[in-house]
């Protein structure tokens, strides 16, 4: 039984997912994507970095790569997945999850800490939450902006699957408080199964006392948890 | 077999931000320039072997569907134009 941080080229935050998993007491392991997931995975990380260079757009080549076949089939048999930032991108171009990740409304890359407002907390991701939380998460990203059309946003709110929403410290969603012009704050939705999840924020770079907050460790002992 | 080259053309949905477009366009006005918007696309040219113009088109949207274009905020078209022979 062993979490999976799938390595493709160019991906620069599996080794601290590896990490921050293995301080939080799971057993992770690193896989180049061409090496297929191990037989007995019991949950999947696509972790953040520039796959393929960000080429075409940021996760559109890595999504289309074989491994996904198999991230895909370990997803519907309810293994938990996790796609962080980069690995965010590449699971809404590999439809694990809907909507899309596309360029900061600043057109810049950005690198800051957020306050994370968290909305539902039927998932594993959250369940060590309230609703309502406030938690600080660092972002670090040039393509993370969350777009999807209204009717569907509207559906997949009525289906309670937003994990987080970019928010003030007291918790207000706000515009001044939105980093990068995602659609109604959005910072990390669920897939149709709950246990698939992506998110633009790095847990992984908020679990490690000595690098600053540890509020991402409840996200990461949440996935793990349920792999 | 006739040489086609397609032309596939990505853009951002109507109402989609674009916000490199939006840099542009206000580079383009701090150089002196006057518009009043501006809209930025992707073009790939793919030269291709196919039987008609129709089966290179086809294979082209392909192409868009599976990779080329994300259907979330994208729009696309492909225009077709048969080769000179070399």
């Known amino acids: 039984m062993t979490v999976a941080v799938v390595r493709f080229g160019g991906s620069n935050c599996d080794r601290d997912a590896v990490r921050a ?13 061409r090496d297929g997931l191990p037989a007995d995975v019991s949950g999947v990380v696509i972790p953040g970095g520039f796959s393929y260079g960000d080429y075409l757009r940021a996760g559109a080549m890595a999504a289309r790569d074989p491994i996904m076949d198999e991230i895909r089939e370990a997803a519907d048999g309810d293994v938990p997945v996790l796609g962080i930032c980069n690995g965010a991108q590449i699971g809404c171009e590999a439809s694990l999850t809907p909507g899309a990740f596309t360029t900061n409304r600043s057109a810049r890359f950005q690198c800051e800490h957020v306050h994370l407002r968290v909305e539902t907390t039927d998932t594993p991701f959250t369940a060590a939450f309230e609703p309502g939380d ?4 660092p972002i670090a990203h040039g393509e993370g902006r969350f777009e999807m059309p209204e009717d569907r946003l509207d559906r997949l709110e009525s289906e309670d699957r937003v994990l987080f929403r970019y928010c003030d410290s007291e918790g207000a969603v706000t515009d001044g408080a939105n980093p990068n012009g995602s659609k109604r704050n959005v910072a990390g939705i669920v897939g149709e199964r709950r246990t698939t999840a ?3 924020p ?12 540890t509020d991402g460790a409840a996200v990461l002992r949440g996935f793990a948890g349920s792999a | 077999m006739t040489g086609y080259t397609a032309t596939v053309t990505v853009r951002l949905k109507r109402g989609v931000l674009d916000p490199e477009a939006e840099t542009t366009a206000r580079a ?8 009043e918007d501006l809209r930025s696309a992707d073009r790939f040219e793919v030269d291709m072997e196919a039987d008609s113009a ?13 990779l080329l274009a994300n259907p979330t905020i994208h729009d696309y078209d492909v225009e077709v134009a048969e080769r000179e022979p070399k």
Do not use: C, N, S
């Open chain 1, 134 to 137: 406030v938690i600080e998460l």
């Open chain 2, 54 to 66: 129709e089966a290179a088109a086809g294979r082209a949207e392909e192409m868009a569907e599976r």
């Open chain 1, 198 to 200: 992506v998110l633009m």
């Open chain 2, 28 to 35: 383009l006005e701090r150089l002196g320039f006057e518009l």
């Open chain 1, 202 to 213: 790095h847990p992984e770079r908020a679990t490690l006392p000595d690098v600053g907050g």
């Open chain 1, 21 to 33: 998993l293995e301080h939080v007491g799971v057993d992770a392991e690193l896989v180049w994507y």
